[in-house]
Every structure is written in C-alpha cells, then in structure tokens.
C-alpha cells in the first residue's frame, strides 16, 4: 500500500455512459497525476495538477476527458461519452514536488480503476 | 515528440545479473526514472538519475549517459520475486510531466 488510494476499483459501463474516479493522494504531496494504461503498454500521461491547479493536458487527451482537484486534495476525473477505446487501466499517482532545484522524482501510484467498457 | 525504446522480453535465471536498456529521444530532458510492475499491480519506484553514471540501491543499480540518451536497470541476484515488467521513464518538458517507455518483460527462471 503506497497511501494513494482510488475508488472504484473496477468499473463497467455501457458505451455513451458517463463514468466518474476518485484519487486520494499522499496527503502532504502536492502534484497528482493521471495516467491510462493498455495492456503490454506503459504508463500514458493524461494531465496533472500541482495544488489545485491543473498544469498541463495531454494533446491526446479527448474533450470527452476532464479532471479535477478542488481544494488541493483529491482528484476525480470523468469521461463523458465512454467508447469502447476508454477500456483500460487508470492509474492516479501523487509526488512531492519543492521546486526545480530540489524535486523529488519518486511518484506514488494508486492501484487504479480498471474501466470496462461494453 | 518524445519516445523511449526498451526491450519487450528478457529472461535470466536465479541468481544471475540482468541489464535492461533504455534509449530516449525527449526535449527539456530532466531525469531518467525507472519503476517495476507486477502483474496486476500498480507501479513502484525503483531508481532515480538526473547526472550521468551508476546509481546503488541495493540490488538493483541505475545508470545514464545523457550524451547518448541512454540508461539502463541493473538487477543482480536476481529472485523470482523479481519477474515483472520494468518501465523507464523522462521527464519531459522541463521538467513537468513523464513519459513512460513501453516496459521489458522480466522472466526469472529457477
């Protein structure tokens, strides 16, 4: 248990549903990331906030995506829309972050939400 | 654009040293990162270089030459426990978001 946290665990959904993830970060970190994973493949970024501002999205990344982070916390990110090509694994991680000169570089990921869309 | 090449498929016996290569081509390079992943699991943390040469964390060790845009992972005495799937990835755009490689397979053999 690394401390980062996602619910729900598994998700199935009809194609056209909208479908909603939560991430509990390490409380004191103060960037989260999400990323999608296919099978045999790593890790693809999708965005991250740093605090409750969200910093960088992925050109990838469809408008049918959004995410959150009120308050600086924890994060939720939706599809709207879903697609058969959703079907992955999400995976949420969260760093400590103090600066370009003295970064921590080891992120802490969640177990992730395994998305089955039908 | 930014992209990492890595082996698919390794294979060792107990007890032997495995190296895992990676070469990345990224702009704003800022640190090479590598993380292990079990089946089913999420990934962990292995290593960390921001300068060249070799990194020692236990068993395992980590290298960069940022001349070559090349790492690799070093796992001696190589367990069971370690079969799994091992990712490098950059920090991209100065250091901001990272980009995964696509993972070599790790089989350890009795």
């Known amino acids: 248990d690394t401390g980062v946290s996602q619910d729900p665990r598994h998700k199935i959904t009809k194609r056209g549903q909208n479908v909603t993830f939560r991430c509990d970060p390490i409380s004191e970190h103060n960037r989260l990331y999400w990323y999608r994973q296919t099978l045999g493949q790593g890790p693809e970024f999708l965005t991250y906030f740093q605090n409750e501002a969200q910093l960088e999205k992925s050109r990838l990344l469809s408008d049918r995506f959004s995410a959150e982070r009120p308050k600086g916390s924890f994060s939720t990110l939706e599809i709207q829309r879903t697609e058969q090509g959703d079907s992955a694994m999400y995976l949420c991680?969260?760093?400590?972050?103090?600066?370009?000169?003295?970064?921590?570089?080891?992120?802490?990921f969640g177990p992730g939400t395994r998305l089955t869309v039908l | 654009g930014q992209s990492l090449e890595q082996p698919s498929e390794v294979t060792a016996v107990e007890g032997a040293i495995v190296q895992i290569n990676c070469t990345y081509q990224?702009?704003?390079?800022?640190?090479l990162s590598w993380y292990q992943q079990h089946d089913g699991g999420a990934p962990t943390f292995l290593s960390y270089n921001a300068l060249d040469g070799l990194e020692e964390t236990g068993r395992f060790s980590s290298f960069l030459s940022r001349s070559d845009s090349y790492g690799y992972l070093l796992l001696q005495e190589l367990q069971m426990k370690d079969s799994a799937s091992y990712f490098c990835?950059?920090?991209?755009?100065?250091?901001?978001?990272?980009?995964f490689g696509p993972g070599t397979r790790l089989s350890v053999l009795p």
């Open positions: 990224t702009s704003g390079f800022y640190g």
């Open positions: 991680a969260s760093s400590l972050e103090l600066g370009r000169d003295r970064s921590y570089n080891e992120q802490f």
């Open positions: 990835a950059v920090r991209d755009n100065y250091g901001q978001n990272f980009v």
